[in-house]
């Protein structure tokens, strides 16, 4: 599997123009689109973890291999072709001929080597070192090539690169701070300007010459964080796409506009305090999820817009494994366990947060671990406070959203976002300690040395050990609708986690 992913051969986005008429296309165009989400942080792609700023860069940068939004698969970016693999650590990059900064300089392998090395270095402050620190050295080769070697045969390699973006080293270095607010990449798109509340603006890259072109003038990203805001500005033809459709408008909305759900990565989980009695006792963990009944929950809360978890992936992803613990809803289960464990009937208080969605499953989850003796008090408030709590070891069990997934698509990396040497693990969960978090980290180890069958074994060990411990674990994976005008716009398509993507897409003439 590995070797054919790094065969060197060139790979294209989804529609690789097969799909497109140019000739249906007005390359004058301004896209017009809804984004749910307030812009909040740099768009530096050292730091950028905002759902606005991860969605722009996919328009703005590109890594030497990028995931495509919509169908995850790497693809050849500002490399020429995937990595050409020399041994079993090292890999050779040739970077696109030609490429350019929207600066009007040319893309070196110097800015290469800087971009990969200030993610690497841990003292920068950047989000993202964890994910590339299989990566030993990055060197130029020469002018337009470069050498990636990894401290061991690692199987994710493709999947991973993207993770970096290369930016311009003058540019970062001069100020950094005013290359976060309006960043310079060498994608299809630019940034002309974002202003919080209200916009983000783009405009095209003449100067792009990769396999992406941008096939619209430019884009308006309307920062519409009101669900009836978004709902009308679709319904009255004032943008051409929308992230987010509220649930309650997906049947109305469908009237005038192609309404589709994407079922994602993105989950709400059950976190526990493992470090708190009875919380260290996993059948209390255990008897909290038999308690939820989820079907209800998931009907009346989400207007069916879920899937119960069955494992830690979702059913759809392509690394599926139902897990060795599913948690079907069983009250009498759960109050065996917590008979065993000695509690009988226990007072808690449940934090979590104010995002929609969450606060109209939340009493329907109170309802049901009432139902079991776990008496709930629901403390309900913004996810920055909720987290302050957390982390000051202040809770006792967390139900939040979460969605690593913008990030990268591969098991390891959706598992170590949460339980990786960070601080989900060692200062939330309190869960680093335990000989379970040190066989699931081990696992996680041998499973990135391995390929194919025995890699997918592997994960699949892990995901049983992750449902069984319960200390921080999917209720469901939820389905993301969006909405666009498919008589205006052309090679649009939903993508399966938070944001909007135009690249490959063009408004009709």
């Not at 934090?351 to 009432?370: F, N, Y």
């Amino acid at each position: 599997m590995l070797l054919a992913a790094c065969s060197g051969q060139p790979a294209a986005g989804p529609t690789d123009g097969a799909d497109i008429d140019a000739g249906a296309i007005d390359s004058d165009a301004i896209i017009e689109a809804g984004i749910s989400y307030t812009l909040g942080g740099s768009f530096d792609p050292l730091v950028a973890s905002g759902a606005v700023t991860v969605a722009a860069n996919w328009h703005i940068f590109e890594g030497l291999v990028d995931l495509d939004p919509v169908t995850r698969e790497p693809y050849a970016a500002l490399a020429s072709e995937l990595p050409a693999q020399i041994d079993d650590v090292t890999y050779e990059i040739d970077i696109r001929e030609g490429a350019t900064f929207h600066n009007g300089k040319p893309v070196t392998t110097d800015d290469v080597v800087f971009s990969f090395e200030r993610v690497l270095n841990p003292d920068t402050g950047g989000f993202f070192t964890s994910f590339i620190d299989f990566i030993d050295t990055v060197e130029a080769v020469d002018e337009d090539t470069v050498r990636i070697t990894t401290d061991y045969p690692f199987s994710l390699v493709n999947e991973r690169l993207g993770v970096v973006k290369i930016v311009p080293q003058a540019e970062v270095e001069a100020d950094a701070e005013a290359f976060g607010t309006l960043p310079i990449g060498s994608g299809p798109y630019r940034l002309i300007s974002a202003v919080p509340d209200d916009s983000l603006v783009f405009e095209r890259f003449d100067e792009y010459n990769g396999a992406r072109p941008a096939l619209a003038a430019g884009m308006n990203w309307n920062l519409l964080s009101d669900p009836a805001a978004r709902v009308t500005a679709m319904s009255s033809g004032s943008i051409v796409a929308m992230e987010d459709v509220p649930y309650i408008d997906v049947d109305s909305l469908a009237a005038s506009a192609e309404v589709e759900s994407i079922q994602s990565f993105g989950l709400l989980f059950m976190m526990f305090n493992t470090q708190l009695a009875p919380f260290d006792d996993p059948r209390v963990r255990q008897a909290l999820h038999y308690a939820l009944d989820m079907e209800t929950i998931i009907n009346t809360g989400m207007l069916g817009n879920a899937t119960a978890a069955s494992s830690f992936l979702p059913e759809t992803h392509p690394d599926y494994q139902e897990a060795s613990t599913v948690y079907e809803y069983d009250p009498e289960r759960a109050r065996e366990l917590l008979d065993e464990a000695g509690v009988g009937e226990i007072d808690i208080t449940l934090l979590t947060t104010d995002t929609g969605w969450v606060r109209e499953v939340a009493p329907l989850i109170k309802e049901s671990l009432d139902a079991v003796g776990v008496n709930t008090t629901l403390d309900i408030a913004q996810s920055s406070a909720q987290y302050a709590k957390v982390d000051a070891g202040d809770f006792q069990v967390m139900v939040a959203p979460g969605d690593p997934s913008v990030f990268g698509n591969d098991p390891d990396l959706l598992m170590r976002w949460w339980y990786g040497d960070n601080i989900w693990s060692n200062t939330r969960t309190q869960w680093a300690g335990s000989d379970e978090y040190a066989t699931l980290s081990a696992t996680l180890d041998e499973a990135v040395r391995l390929t194919g069958d025995e890699q997918k074994a592997a994960w699949g060990e892990a995901f049983d050990i992750l449902a069984e411990q319960a200390v921080l674990y999917p209720l469901f994976h939820r389905q993301l609708p969006a909405a666009w005008d498919a008589e205006r716009l052309v090679g649009f398509a939903p993508v399966p986690t938070t944001g909007l993507s135009f690249l490959d897409v063009g408004v009709t003439d």
